[in-house]
C-alpha cells in the first residue's frame, strides 16, 4: 500500500512537472474558526528544483491515463508507460500531510482525461470539495479545468478553487492542429469564457450582496508551450496581450519545450529554449505593469525578441530619440520605462525627489541599476556619460563591461548566444 | 561622550532613546548592559526599562511614520547587528526632528535608506522561515520545527503561523538564540529550554519520538521533491541562490534519501537526440 503511493506520487508528480505555473498569490482565504490554513495574498515559495524553479504546490496528476494523443506530451496514449490514478483520498490525504508540515501552500491538481471531460472534471472537483467541506482546508487551490467539461462542473469548481486554469499549449489553431489534433481552439477558449463570465459576474454581485459566494479568486491563468511550433513571438504575445484583454486573465505561463518524445512533427533540439522563455516573461511583466504596448516590444521588422538583451533595454535602445530623461522630473510613467530601473526603484526616486533633488548617488543608495540607466538618464541635468554612444557601443559596454576593445570576445560570446536560442 | 546600557529587551531601547531627550544628552554609543564603551573617557548611563516611557516613545513615532516605517523600526531592533541601537537612535531623532511626516521617503538620506535596506532584509529572512521552516510530528501530536535564522526574526513569524496552523499544536524553536514559540491550540507563548537534544539542533527530530507515519511523509516529500525536477533544464546556481546552503540542514527534502532517486523512464527519445546541457 505505502509502496504504492510512494509509485504513484513519483510518477504523476514526474508528468505534471510541465506544467510550469505554480503560483500561490492572490487567494483571499482566511483562516476563521480554527480551521487549517490560510492564503491571504502573498504566495510563499517552499523549495526549490534542482532546476531553479519554486515549489509552491503539491502539483500532481490524478492520473496519467489519457485518452489524447498529443504529440507533446508524456502522457499521450500512445506513450508505453506505466498507467496509475490516486484514489480521491490519496490525493486529500497527501495534501493535509504536506500542507500540515509546511512544505506547500496547497495543491494544484490537473489530469490526464480518462473516459471524458466531464468524468475527469467530477473527480477534481471532488477532491476539492472534500478538503474545503470536510478538512476544512484554507489553504491554496488550483485546478485545471478539462476542455469540454460542463459549465455546470466549472462552476462548482470555481467555489472551491483559488484559480483556474485552462492550458491552450500551443500559440496557433493550425499548431494545434498539427500536434494535437483531437483539441481545437473552440474547445480551450470555451471554458476559459466561462470563466471569465462567472468572475465578472461574481464581482458585480459582491457589490450588491457582500455574502455571494467567492468563484476562483486568484481568476485564471493559461500555459503556452514556446518552441514546439513555429510561432515567433510577435504572435505569441500578441496571443497573451488579447487573453488579458478579452479573458480577465491573471497570468500567461510560457513553458520553454522539453522533448519527451520522438514525433517527426517535433522540432529536434538539443536543449529547451530556457533564454527565450525567460524573455518572453520579461516582455510579459512589461505588458501587465510597465505599460508597454506588444507592438512596442515586437513588430513586423522585429518579430521576435533579442536574446542577448532583455525586452526594455531593446526598447529602449531602438527609441533613443525619447531619451535622455532628467530623473527630477519625468514622469513615473515614463521612469519605470528605463532600463534598470525597476517598478520599486521608480516608486522610489518619485517618493524621495519631493524632498531634494537627486544626484547620482542618491540614485545608487535607492538601488539604480547604473551600469544600464546611465545611458538614458540625466540627474540633476548632469550626465554620467560625457559623450553621445550609439546603439551598438551601449549593447556592447552593458553586456560586456567598458573597458578596452572586445571586439574578439565580442564575437565569440554572439556566438554562444545564437546556439543558446 | 556619553554611553547608554539597556536590558536588551525593545523597550529598554525605547526608554534610553526617552531619556536622551529628557537629559538632552545624546548618546554616541548605545550597548546591551555588560558591554564596554568604545572609549575610557565616556560617561556611562545605564536606563532600567520603563514601558511607559518606552510606549510613548513607540506612539509618537507611529504619529508621524507608516505602518511599514513604524514596523521597520522594530525590525532595526531585531536586525541585532553591531550599531542598529545608534542607527535606530539616529533614525528617530530624524523623525522627530522633521516638521512633516513622510520623512521615511526621503531615500537620499542615509539612515532612511539603510533602515528601509535593514526592513527588507528582515523581510526577507522572515520570508525565508515562512517558507523554509518544516515540522516533524511527534507521537503526542506536536508539530516541532527547529530553526536557526541569520536575524532574530521569530517575533515576526508567529502571527503567521498562528492563523496557518490554529487547529494543530506546535513549536518552532531557534536554537541560537535559545528560545522558541509554542502553540498550544489556544495561544502562543514563548519558551526556552534548558538543555536542548543535540538533533533539534542539527534539525532532525530522534525517530523514537516521531508519530509513526512521519517517515513515510518525510519520505513522500522527498520523492515528490526529486520527480518535480526537470534534469533537462538543471540550474545549480539559480537553486543555490534561492535555497543557500546553510538553511539545508532544517530542510526534509535536503537530507539523506532513504531509497535513491529512481527517475521514471516516460521518455521515448532516439538516443543522441538530446542531450543534457553542460
Same mark, same amino acid.
Given at each position: 500500500?505505502?509502496?504504492?503511493?510512494?509509485e504513484?506520487?513519483?510518477?504523476?508528480?514526474?508528468?505534471?512537472?510541465?506544467?510550469?505555473?505554480?503560483?500561490s498569490?492572490?487567494g483571499?482565504?482566511?483562516?476563521?474558526?480554527?480551521?487549517?490554513?490560510?492564503?491571504?495574498?502573498?504566495?510563499?515559495?517552499?523549495?526549490?528544483?534542482e532546476?531553479?524553479?519554486?515549489?509552491?504546490?503539491?502539483?500532481?496528476?490524478?492520473?496519467?491515463?489519457?485518452?489524447y494523443?498529443?504529440?507533446?506530451?508524456?502522457?499521450?496514449?500512445?506513450?508505453?508507460?506505466?498507467?496509475?490514478?490516486?484514489?480521491?483520498?490519496?490525493?486529500?490525504?497527501?495534501?493535509?500531510?504536506?500542507?500540515?508540515?509546511?512544505?506547500?501552500?496547497?495543491?494544484?491538481?490537473?489530469?490526464?482525461?480518462?473516459?471524458?471531460?466531464?468524468?475527469?472534471?467530477?473527480?477534481?472537483?471532488?477532491?476539492?470539495?472534500?478538503?474545503?467541506?470536510?478538512?476544512?482546508?484554507n489553504?491554496?487551490i488550483?485546478l485545471?479545468?478539462?476542455?469540454?467539461?460542463s459549465?455546470?462542473?466549472?462552476?462548482?469548481?470555481?467555489?472551491?478553487?483559488d484559480?483556474?486554469?485552462?492550458?491552450?499549449?500551443?500559440?496557433?489553431?493550425?499548431?494545434?492542429?498539427?500536434?494535437a489534433?483531437?483539441?481545437?481552439?473552440?474547445?480551450?477558449?470555451t471554458?476559459?469564457?466561462?470563466?471569465?463570465?462567472?468572475?465578472?459576474?461574481?464581482?458585480e454581485e459582491k457589490k450588491?450582496?457582500?455574502s455571494?459566494?467567492?468563484?476562483?479568486?486568484?481568476?485564471?491563468?493559461?500555459?503556452?508551450i514556446?518552441?514546439?511550433?513555429?510561432?515567433?513571438?510577435?504572435?505569441?504575445?500578441?496571443?497573451a496581450?488579447?487573453?488579458?484583454?478579452?479573458?480577465?486573465?491573471?497570468?500567461?505561463y510560457?513553458?520553454?519545450?522539453?522533448?519527451?518524445?520522438?514525433?517527426?512533427?517535433?522540432?529536434?533540439?538539443?536543449?529547451?529554449?530556457?533564454?527565450?522563455?525567460?524573455?518572453?516573461?520579461?516582455a510579459?511583466?512589461?505588458?501587465?505593469?510597465y505599460g508597454?504596448?506588444?507592438?512596442?516590444?515586437?513588430?513586423?521588422?522585429?518579430?521576435?525578441?533579442?536574446?542577448?538583451?532583455?525586452?526594455?533595454?531593446?526598447?529602449?535602445l531602438?527609441?533613443?530619440?525619447?531619451?535622455?530623461?532628467?530623473?527630477?522630473?519625468a514622469?513615473?510613467?515614463?521612469?519605470?520605462?528605463?532600463?534598470?530601473?525597476?517598478l520599486?526603484?521608480?516608486k522610489?526616486?518619485?517618493?524621495?525627489?519631493?524632498?531634494?533633488?537627486?544626484?547620482?548617488?542618491?540614485?545608487?543608495?535607492?538601488?539604480?541599476?547604473?551600469?544600464?540607466?546611465?545611458?538614458?538618464?540625466?540627474?540633476?541635468?548632469?550626465?554620467?556619460?560625457?559623450?553621445?554612444?550609439?546603439?551598438?557601443?551601449?549593447?556592447?559596454?552593458?553586456?560586456?563591461?567598458?573597458?578596452?576593445?572586445?571586439?574578439?570576445?565580442?564575437?565569440?560570446?554572439?556566438?554562444?548566444?545564437s546556439?543558446?536560442? | 561622550?556619553?554611553?547608554?546600557?539597556?536590558?536588551?529587551?525593545?523597550?529598554?531601547?525605547?526608554?534610553?532613546?526617552?531619556?536622551?531627550?529628557?537629559?538632552?544628552?545624546?548618546?554616541?554609543?548605545?550597548?546591551?548592559?555588560?558591554?564596554?564603551?568604545a572609549?575610557?573617557?565616556?560617561?556611562?548611563?545605564?536606563?532600567p526599562?520603563q514601558e511607559?516611557k =518606552?510606549k510613548? &516613545?513607540? @506612539?509618537?513615532? #507611529?504619529?508621524?511614520?507608516? !505602518?511599514?516605517?513604524l +514596523?521597520?523600526?522594530?525590525?532595526?531592533?531585531?536586525?541585532?547587528?553591531?550599531g542598529?541601537?545608534?542607527?535606530?537612535?539616529r533614525?528617530v531623532?530624524?523623525?522627530?526632528?522633521?516638521?512633516?511626516?513622510?520623512?521615511?521617503?526621503?531615500? =537620499?538620506?542615509? &539612515?532612511? @535608506?539603510?533602515? #528601509?535596506?535593514?526592513?527588507? !532584509?528582515?523581510?526577507? +529572512?522572515?520570508?525565508r522561515?515562512?517558507?523554509?521552516?518544516?515540522?516533524?510530528r511527534?507521537?503526542?501530536?506536536?508539530?516541532?520545527?527547529?530553526?536557526?535564522?541569520?536575524?532574530?526574526?521569530?517575533?515576526?513569524?508567529?502571527?503567521?503561523?498562528?492563523?496557518?496552523?490554529?487547529d494543530?499544536?506546535?513549536?518552532?524553536?531557534?536554537?541560537?538564540?535559545?528560545?522558541g514559540?509554542?502553540?498550544?491550540l489556544?495561544?502562543?507563548?514563548?519558551?526556552?529550554?534548558?538543555?536542548?537534544?543535540?538533533?533539534?539542533?542539527?534539525?532532525?527530530l530522534?525517530?523514537?519520538?516521531?508519530?509513526?507515519?512521519?517517515?513515510?511523509?518525510q519520505?513522500?516529500?522527498?520523492?515528490?521533491?526529486?520527480?518535480?525536477?526537470?534534469?533537462?533544464?538543471?540550474?545549480?546556481?539559480?537553486?543555490?541562490?534561492?535555497?543557500?546552503?546553510r538553511?539545508?540542514?532544517?530542510?526534509?527534502?535536503?537530507?539523506?534519501?532513504?531509497?535513491?532517486?529512481?527517475?521514471?523512464?516516460?521518455?521515448?527519445?532516439?538516443?543522441?537526440?538530446?542531450?543534457?546541457?553542460?
Open positions: 500500500m505505502q509502496h504504492t503511493v510512494i504513484k506520487l513519483s510518477i504523476l508528480a514526474d508528468s505534471a512537472k510541465y506544467d510550469v505555473s505554480c503560483s498569490s492572490g483571499k482565504r482566511k483562516n476563521e474558526g480554527k480551521g487549517l490554513g490560510n492564503a491571504e495574498g502573498m504566495g510563499i515559495c517552499h523549495s526549490y528544483t532546476d531553479g524553479r519554486c515549489v509552491s504546490l503539491l502539483k500532481i496528476l490524478l492520473t496519467n491515463f489519457c485518452i494523443d498529443c504529440a507533446y506530451c508524456v502522457s499521450r496514449k500512445s506513450n508505453d508507460v506505466k498507467r496509475v490514478a490516486f484514489t480521491v483520498q490519496e490525493v486529500v490525504d497527501l495534501t493535509i500531510n504536506f500542507y500540515r508540515r509546511n512544505y506547500i501552500e496547497g495543491l494544484f491538481l490537473s489530469s490526464g482525461i480518462f473516459k471524458d471531460a466531464d468524468y475527469t472534471m467530477e473527480r477534481l472537483v471532488r477532491v476539492a470539495r472534500k478538503l474545503r467541506q470536510e478538512h476544512k482546508f489553504g491554496y488550483h485545471k479545468t478539462i476542455p469540454g467539461a459549465e455546470e462542473l466549472i462552476r462548482e469548481a470555481g467555489l472551491y478553487a484559480r483556474l486554469s485552462v492550458n491552450i499549449e500551443l500559440p496557433t489553431e493550425a499548431s494545434l492542429q498539427t500536434l489534433p483531437e483539441k481545437n481552439f473552440t474547445e480551450v477558449l471554458p476559459m469564457s466561462h470563466i471569465k463570465d462567472q468572475l465578472v459576474l461574481v464581482k450588491l450582496f457582500k455571494t459566494p467567492a468563484f476562483a479568486p486568484a481568476g485564471q491563468s493559461t500555459q503556452l514556446v518552441g514546439a511550433s513555429p510561432e515567433n513571438d510577435r504572435q505569441i504575445l500578441t496571443l496581450s488579447g487573453l488579458y484583454q478579452n479573458y480577465e486573465l491573471k497570468r500567461v510560457y513553458s520553454g519545450y522539453v522533448p519527451v518524445t520522438a514525433d517527426s512533427r517535433l522540432p529536434l533540439i538539443s536543449t529547451p529554449p530556457i533564454i527565450r522563455e525567460n524573455r518572453l516573461y520579461q510579459d511583466w512589461l505588458l501587465r505593469l508597454f504596448g506588444v507592438n512596442e516590444l515586437v513588430d513586423e521588422q522585429n518579430p521576435q525578441l533579442d536574446l542577448q538583451i532583455d525586452p526594455k533595454l531593446a526598447w529602449a531602438r527609441n533613443r530619440q525619447v531619451f535622455p530623461l532628467e530623473i527630477n522630473t514622469d513615473y510613467e515614463m521612469i519605470v520605462r528605463v532600463p534598470g530601473i525597476g520599486k526603484s521608480a522610489k526616486i518619485v517618493a524621495a525627489r519631493r524632498f531634494a533633488p537627486l544626484t547620482w548617488e542618491h540614485l545608487r543608495q535607492i538601488g539604480v541599476v547604473l551600469k544600464r540607466a546611465k545611458y538614458f538618464i540625466t540627474a540633476g541635468g548632469r550626465s554620467l556619460e560625457r559623450r553621445e554612444w550609439d546603439e551598438e557601443v551601449i549593447r556592447r559596454r552593458i553586456l560586456f563591461g567598458e573597458k578596452g576593445d572586445r571586439n574578439g570576445l565580442w564575437g565569440s560570446q554572439l556566438d554562444l548566444f546556439q543558446a536560442g | 561622550m556619553h554611553f547608554y546600557t539597556y536590558d536588551g529587551s525593545f523597550e529598554g531601547l525605547l526608554t534610553v532613546v526617552f531619556e536622551a531627550y529628557e537629559r538632552k544628552e545624546w548618546p554616541d554609543q548605545i550597548g546591551k548592559a555588560g558591554e564596554a564603551p572609549g575610557i573617557f565616556a560617561t556611562h548611563h545605564f536606563i526599562t511607559a =518606552a510613548r &516613545v513607540w @506612539q509618537g513615532l #507611529a504619529k508621524k511614520l507608516s !505602518q511599514a516605517a +514596523e521597520n523600526v522594530y525590525k532595526t531592533y531585531l536586525w541585532e547587528q553591531p542598529c541601537e545608534m542607527l535606530l537612535f533614525f531623532r530624524l523623525v522627530f526632528a522633521s516638521p512633516q511626516s513622510g520623512i521615511e521617503e526621503n531615500f =537620499a538620506e542615509p &539612515v532612511v @535608506q539603510k533602515i #528601509a535596506a535593514i526592513g527588507k !532584509q528582515m523581510f526577507r +529572512e522572515k520570508h522561515m515562512e517558507a523554509f521552516i518544516r515540522f516533524q511527534t507521537q503526542d501530536g506536536l508539530f516541532v520545527a527547529p530553526i536557526n535564522p541569520d536575524f532574530n526574526v521569530l517575533p515576526l513569524i508567529v502571527g503567521h503561523f498562528e492563523k496557518r496552523y490554529a494543530q499544536p506546535w513549536l518552532i524553536y531557534d536554537g541560537r538564540r535559545a528560545y514559540a509554542y502553540y498550544d489556544e495561544q502562543v507563548q514563548l519558551v526556552s529550554i534548558e538543555e536542548l537534544p543535540k538533533s533539534l539542533k542539527k534539525g532532525q530522534p525517530t523514537d519520538l516521531l508519530t509513526e507515519v512521519e517517515p513515510l511523509y519520505q513522500l516529500w522527498q520523492v515528490y521533491f526529486d520527480h518535480v525536477n526537470i534534469p533537462e533544464r538543471k540550474n545549480r546556481k539559480l537553486h543555490l541562490r534561492h535555497m543557500p546552503k538553511y539545508w540542514k532544517y530542510l526534509t527534502e535536503k537530507k539523506p534519501r532513504v531509497q535513491a532517486h529512481q527517475p521514471i523512464q516516460n521518455k521515448q527519445l532516439p538516443t543522441g537526440v538530446y542531450r543534457l546541457q553542460p
